[in-house]
């Protein structure tokens, strides 16, 4: 283990108070140098770069993916161990630093430091790191645009440990952060199991039922497959009825009473017990765009196809409140569908395959109250949607508790991580021998 030194000294650097004696403080440009090479005419022979929330990585062009510039001849050459600034925007911007591993080109408009002999570069990109989750930088920005200018950013006083404390701090931070990367993807990865999992069983109970002896028919439809043979389908506009909801200007809304949006139902598989939208909705929309119990609400428009047609059920009626023009209701008939069932059986992934097949897509994915009629609905006795509806509850019930835990055992690494950089990068503990 290499010691840090254990007597410290004051700074008048704010949120580093102390550091270690042997420890000296520098302005960053008297540490780094300030670089920007513009590539111009030779841009295609270079990667393209891109400062993410995963750092500075080489972007994938043929994906499609994002926004491109006309031209990458106005974009800047960067080299290995160079680090990556964006000192704009700061209040929007997910990732204020990034650490550069591979030679490229990335946007002119990002600031590129460059360090000089002496230096390690990764161990100032955990330092700056900090700072940005710190919100340190941020604080010092000014401007519309949140900006910290090159000859600040450059004045601010930073540690400067013995090279070779930089070096020993690099090596254990990159060796815990790959260790601790690896335990949150395979978390990850286990809740991606686990919510496929949900899926499956609901697939299961909805399509197949509980009772695993029942004879068995084909429901008439490819992506249904069998079903019980006892059980019925019926297309849902013999189930209900059907309402799109409120469209008005922006004057309409912001206070009132409450108002289902297409955030409530997109997000939730029912609705909130609160909604925190308001409108200024008259009696007669209260009545017209009623928020019931048992009523299905489905998402009716979206940029994209993935968005659409899924549904929220409404457990409890909810007071006077009405609902959004991107939403749906649908009003079963009384007695028919249980609303237990419902939540599962319209939420189901099942569906998906029937809105994408049949959505109309121009600028915007639409679903209408004509395809949605169309959509085949599995209807079992209604004493055995209530005994489905219970079985699903328990059984996502459990795996939900598994995935809180596991999520709670991400969040607690990250907290670990970032406390570990902290009192590495600031000499506040010695390094433990790797």
């Not at 780094?32 to 990585?57: E, H, Q, R, W």
Request: some cysteine; glycine content about 6%; proline content about 4%.
């Amino acid at each position: 283990m290499i010691n840090i030194e254990t007597n410290l000294k004051k700074t008048d650097i704010p949120w580093i108070p102390e550091i270690p004696s042997n420890w000296d403080l520098k302005r960053i440009k008297l540490l780094f140098d300030f670089n920007k090479n513009i590539v111009g005419k030779s841009s295609a022979d270079y990667s393209v770069l891109s400062l993410t929330t995963k750092g500075v990585i080489i972007r994938d062009l043929e994906s499609g993916m994002g926004k491109f510039p006309a031209s990458f001849d106005g974009y800047q050459i960067v080299n290995p161990n160079s680090i990556m600034l964006c000192l704009f925007d700061m209040d929007v911007t997910p990732r204020v630093v990034g650490h550069v591993n591979d030679k490229g080109i990335i946007s002119a408009a990002y600031t590129n430091i460059i360090p000089r002999k002496g230096i390690n570069s990764k161990y100032y990109y955990y330092y700056f790191l900090l700072q940005d989750k710190n919100k340190i930088f941020l604080a010092l920005g000014t401007g519309i645009r949140i900006t910290l200018s090159k000859d600040v950013f450059g004045c601010l006083k930073i540690p400067v440990p013995p090279l070779e404390v930089q070096n020993s701090i690099v090596e254990y931070l990159d060796k815990k952060n790959s260790e601790i990367d690896k335990f949150i993807q395979n978390k990850e990865k286990l809740i991606t199991l686990l919510v496929e999992q949900k899926t499956v069983i609901i697939n299961q109970a909805i399509v197949k039922g509980l009772d695993t002896k029942s004879k068995i028919k084909y429901s008439g439809f490819e992506w249904l497959g069998e079903i019980p043979k006892h059980w019925e389908t019926k297309k849902l506009r013999y189930l209900g009825k059907f309402q799109n909801g409120i469209s008005a200007g922006a004057e309409y809304f912001g206070s009132g009473y409450p108002f289902v949006s297409y955030s409530d139902v997109y997000k939730n598989i029912t609705l909130p017990s609160f909604i925190s939208d308001l409108a200024n909705s008259s009696k007669e929309d209260r009545i017209r765009y009623s928020v019931l119990e048992g009523d299905v609400f489905f998402t009716r428009t979206s940029e994209t196809v993935e968005e659409i047609g899924f549904s929220s059920i409404c457990e409890t009626t909810i007071k006077d409140s009405t609902f959004s023009g991107f939403l749906i209701r649908f009003r079963p008939v009384k007695n028919l569908l249980y609303k237990g069932y419902s939540k599962y059986y319209f939420r189901s992934s099942l569906h998906r395959r029937f809105f994408v097949k049949e959505m109309n897509l121009v600028t915007r994915a639409s679903l209408s109250q004509d395809l949605l009629k169309n959509l085949p609905v599995i209807i079992p006795s209604y004493n055995e949607q209530i005994d489905i509806a219970k079985f699903l509850d328990v059984k996502m019930d459990d795996i939900d508790l598994i995935i809180v835990k596991i999520k709670k055992e991400i969040a607690a690494i990250k907290e670990y991580r970032e406390a570990l950089i902290t009192d590495l990068v600031t000499g506040k503990r010695s390094i433990p021998q790797t």
